[in-house]
């Protein structure tokens, strides 16, 4: 039988002539009209076949074994604030008691992207078009303007005042461009919404000189990490790396050169001011000196994939989500300061679709999150949430709805 695109081509071929050839029938009309009637009088295009069920099993299975899922760098949409828990789920911000985790209350979002808790304890929820600050103590959150954001850009509390926040832009090494840390200063509480800029400006924006694809974070006491290479063709896991620091305030700090090693995909706060936990995806972790100088102090190698990442409890706490197994599975390994294993849990999971965006499926309910300067783990995103103690023991569950 021939197929419906060759016969396709050849009706189209036809009206092409039938242009060309302007048949008495044909000769007072346009052009365009006679391919027009040509191409009516085709047979319609037979359309596109669904995937039967049996290939999406067949994917299902496939998608179910792979081990080796994307590593969660993006925002986290969880956190604790002082004597709260937020969530950010698909459409809202929600706010929980931090003790017994009943719901607060619930704002509509636009777009959440971020979840930030400030220095002084309240909770910065960004979405699409706006900010929405929720102090501990009050009824409903303040809306505030956002700032400009790349898809790439993190967001960062300061380490110790309230009112500023930091964004982290990878950039694009184009024309002298590298990443940079931009401050940015929260609008009063007393401010007048009327008074307020529809999109909020930088104070000041530093350039770390380095190439993008580095890792970004803080120390305890909020020093500004950059590891990356020192050159743009040399981004592989096996080189030599430079360490950029920027003081609290945002001054630069001398840099470290550091000898071949892998790069980190996470860098955050240990226990001590001067040291910094880095987590490689492939499941290593490193305790390293980071000022004056750097130097290695302790590796330990994990079980599985690190997923997510997050430190806590004054750095007492180090929370890791892993891939351990097809699924695929997930499990939470919990560390103390000295990165010896706490705890290690078995962790709910959705299944793969067998379709493409499978694995935004399955890991967007795998952010996790530590608290501050209490021994809480939560584990979750916008479908559901888990509370852990310090010992891994399930203290809440939070649903969706």
């Known amino acids: 039988m021939r197929d419906w695109s060759s016969l396709l081509l050849l009706g189209f071929g036809a009206a092409v002539a039938l242009v060309g050839c302007k048949s008495p029938a044909h000769e007072s009309l346009p052009e365009a009209a006679v391919v027009q009637s040509a191409l009516a009088a085709l047979p319609s295009a037979r359309p596109a076949r669904p995937i039967s069920s049996e290939v999406v099993a ?35 911000f929600r706010l929980f008691d931090g003790d017994d985790f009943q719901l607060l209350g619930s704002e509509p979002l636009e777009g959440p992207r971020s979840l930030l808790a400030l220095a002084d304890g309240a909770l910065l929820a960004v979405g699409a078009t706006v900010m929405l600050r929720w102090e501990p103590g009050t009824k409903r959150p303040t809306r505030l303007p956002k700032p400009m954001l790349l898809p790439q850009a993190r967001l960062y509390p300061d380490a110790q005042q309230p009112d500023l926040i930091w964004v982290f832009d990878g950039g694009l090494y184009k024309g002298g461009q590298s990443a940079d840390l931009s401050k940015y200063r929260l609008p009063g509480r007393d401010a007048e919404p009327a008074a307020q800029s529809s999109v909020l400006l930088p104070e000041t924006s530093v350039a770390f000189g380095l190439p993008r694809f580095g890792a970004f974070g803080t120390t305890r006491e909020g020093v500004w990490l950059y590891v990356a290479s020192g050159d743009i063709q040399d981004m592989g896991a096996g080189v030599a790396l430079r360490v950029e620091r920027l003081s609290p305030g945002g001054l630069r700090l001398p840099g470290l050169k550091l000898a071949e090693r892998p790069r980190p995909t996470w860098v955050l706060p240990a226990r001590r001011l001067d040291q910094s936990l880095w987590v490689e995806a492939s499941g290593r972790v490193t305790r390293v000196l980071a000022s004056p100088t750097y130097k290695q102090l302790q590796a330990v190698t994990l079980a599985g994939r690190v997923e997510a990442a997050a430190s806590g409890d004054e750095g007492r706490l180090l929370a890791l989500v892993e ?12 560390l103390n300061q000295a990165l010896a294993p706490i705890a290690r849990v078995v962790l709910a999971a959705d ?5 493409d965006g499978w694995e935004r499926v399955v890991t967007e309910n795998q952010a996790v999150v530590v608290a501050a300067r209490e021994p809480k783990v939560a584990v979750g995103g916008p479908g559901r949430v888990t ?8 203290i809440f569950s939070i649903p969706s709805k």
């Not at 509370?387 to 399930?394: E, L, N, V």
């Open 351 to 355: 299944a793969p679709t067998g379709v």
């Open 323 to 334: 891939v351990t197994g097809p699924g695929p599975r997930f499990e939470l390994e919990l």
């Open 58 to 92: 067949f994917e299902r299975s496939l998608q179910a074994g792979k081990l080796e899922v994307a590593a969660r760098t993006l925002d986290c949409p969880l956190a604790f604030g002082k004597g709260v828990f937020g969530q950010l789920t698909k459409d809202a």
């Open 387 to 394: 509370i852990f103690d310090a010992q891994g023991r399930q």
